[in-house]
């Protein structure tokens, strides 16, 4: 049965929850569009997500990989559209490692676009009630590691697979402290997730409309 493969990541900086593994969690064993759905959790770690990511692929052969992460302060679901060869960070991962101006995979290309409908995704999460955006940075840290390592695995397997990746807010159990911080509430991203990767199922050409940024 045709699969499609949904990752999170585990919390990190100190926090007990990340939206991300909640969510793929509850979507582990569900079915969308006529596709089995395999959701997992990665670890915050340099060291060890690639490899995770790798050995679920080759495991579940999955059709479509949409890995999803957390960007706290971000008010929208926000849809990568570029992963960058470059791990550069302000704060250690969960084994105490901070690398600086590191290559994410050493000798390969500066940057790699997600290949996913990612205009018509953001539209169908937007009619799902969910807020969303496309971006064009993932950032320095392991979401961007595992984005790019998502795409460079999908090259060196010659296109077997889609593959894209999916920013989400904070919980608002992660900012009742910070009433100035933007949150959505997990139904609503779950809803945004599902219809993300429904869409993204069933369209092979993108919407041709303007999306980018002005500044």
Same mark, same amino acid.
């Given at each position: @049965?045709?699969?499609?493969?949904l ?9 007990a ?9 509850l979507?582990?064993?569900?079915r %969308?569009?006529?596709?089995d759905l395999?959701g997992?959790?990665?670890? /915050? /770690? ?10 679920? /692929? #080759?495991?579940? !052969?999955?059709?479509? /990989?949409?890995a ?11 849809l #990568? ?5 470059? &791990? ?9 490692? !901070?690398?600086?101006d590191?290559?994410v995979? &050493?000798g ?5 676009? $997600? ?9 169908? @999460?937007?009619?799902?009630g ?14 961007? =590691? ?8 999908? #090259? $060196?397997?010659?296109? *077997?697979f889609r ?10 159990? !992660?900012v009742l402290?910070?009433? @100035?911080?933007? $949150?959505?509430?997990?139904? *609503?991203?779950?809803a945004?997730? =599902? &219809? ?5 199922? &069933?369209? $092979?050409?993108?919407?041709? %409309?303007g ?5």
């Amino acid at each position: @049965m045709a699969c499609v493969l949904l990752t999170g990541f585990e919390p990190f900086a100190g926090q007990a929850l990340n939206p991300s593994a909640e969510i793929a969690r509850l979507l582990d064993g569900t079915r %969308i569009a006529g596709h089995d759905l395999v959701g997992a959790v990665l670890p /915050v /770690v340099f060291a060890d997500a690639p490899a995770a990511l790798a050995d679920l /692929v #080759e495991r579940h !052969q999955p059709v479509l /990989v949409l890995a999803t992460g957390q960007a706290g302060g971000r008010a929208a679901l926000t849809l #990568e559209r570029v992963a960058l060869n470059l &791990a550069d960070t302000r704060i250690a991962d969960n084994a105490g490692v !901070q690398p600086v101006d590191a290559a994410v995979v &050493a000798g390969a290309p500066d940057a790699y676009f $997600s290949d996913l409908p990612l205009k018509a995704m953001r539209e169908a @999460m937007r009619a799902a009630g969910a807020p969303a955006e496309l971006s064009l940075s993932a950032g320095s840290f392991v979401c961007n =590691q595992v984005f790019y390592a998502l795409c460079h695995l999908r #090259e $060196s397997r010659g296109r *077997t697979f889609r593959a894209g990746f999916l920013h989400l807010p904070w919980l608002p159990a !992660q900012v009742l402290d910070q009433s @100035m911080q933007a $949150s959505m509430d997990l139904a *609503t991203m779950t809803a945004g997730v =599902q &219809a993300a990767i429904a869409c993204a199922l &069933a369209t $092979s050409r993108d919407l041709a %409309i303007g999306a980018g940024p002005t500044h």
